[in-house]
């Protein structure tokens, strides 16, 4: 199945409903806040397995306790629905957290 871009209309009512997430440089944009660098590193260990098992990784970094996700497709330079995904993953996990 070919991966396509998402539309506007997708984008925005992604955005509507994930408040936390921001259009940010054509990458959806969250930044995650923790207790400490343990929980901060926890969540990224978390979210990288699920990222590996769908093939489709964030560009992320971390500094002590705040974790800076951006999301694109890069075989498509754009936002789709794995960016989607992945994007709800993230928020399952904190969640949980």
């Keep these: 199945m070919p991966i396509t871009l998402a539309t506007e209309q997708q984008l925005q009512s992604f955005l509507s409903e994930q408040s936390h997430w921001i259009l940010q440089n054509g990458k959806l944009h969250r930044e995650y806040s923790f207790l400490d660098f343990i929980e901060a590193f926890g969540f990224m260990a978390q979210v990288a397995l699920l990222a590996e098992r769908h ?7 971390n500094v002590y306790n705040k974790v800076s996700v951006d999301l694109v497709t890069h075989e498509v330079d754009g936002i789709t629905e794995r960016d989607f995904l992945l994007a709800q993953n993230m928020e399952d996990v904190f969640d949980v957290g």
């Design 55 to 61: 093939e489709h990784h964030p560009e992320w970094s």
